[in-house]
Nanobody, 119 residues
Framework: QVRLAESGGGLVQAGGSLRLSCAAS????????MGWFRQAPGKEREFVAS????????DYADSVKGRITISRDNAKNTVYLQMNGLKPEDTAVYYC????????????WGQGTQVTVSS
């Protein structure tokens, strides 16, 4: 059974930092590119960042480039999102998923983790 468990969200002031984690199970994690997505209230879910299976390639949305870093640990079946210089517009529920290009590959989603940035 596929499971994606996001954690690490919280309430921070603008300029602050958070590190999100996503623990995956039920599939061969090391074989898949992984990505982070986010959904703000009233908006569609959008791509944030991706990382290839071997961490050799990363991709970032323009809105987060330079402030956010994606990484993974295949031994722990976990993908991370280090977020620095947070802005109020980063407020959203953050989700992880396998990814192809900038599109989620699995139709299954975890519960997400809420990030709220106050001004």
């Amino acid at each position: 059974q596929v499971r994606l468990a996001e954690s690490g969200g919280g309430l921070v002031q603008a300029g602050g930092s958070l590190r999100l984690s996503c623990a995956a199970s039920g599939f061969t994690f090391r074989s898949y590119a992984m990505g982070w997505f986010r959904q703000a209230p009233g908006k569609e879910r959008e791509f944030v960042a991706s990382i290839s299976w071997n961490s050799g390639n990363t991709d970032y949305a323009d809105s987060v480039k330079g402030r956010i870093t994606i990484s993974r640990d295949n031994a722990k079946n976990t993908v991370y999102l280090q977020m620095n210089g947070l802005k109020p517009e980063d407020t959203a529920v953050y989700y992880c998923n396998t990814i192809s290009g900038r599109q989620a590959y699995l139709s299954f989603w975890g519960q997400g983790t809420q990030v709220t940035v106050s001004s």
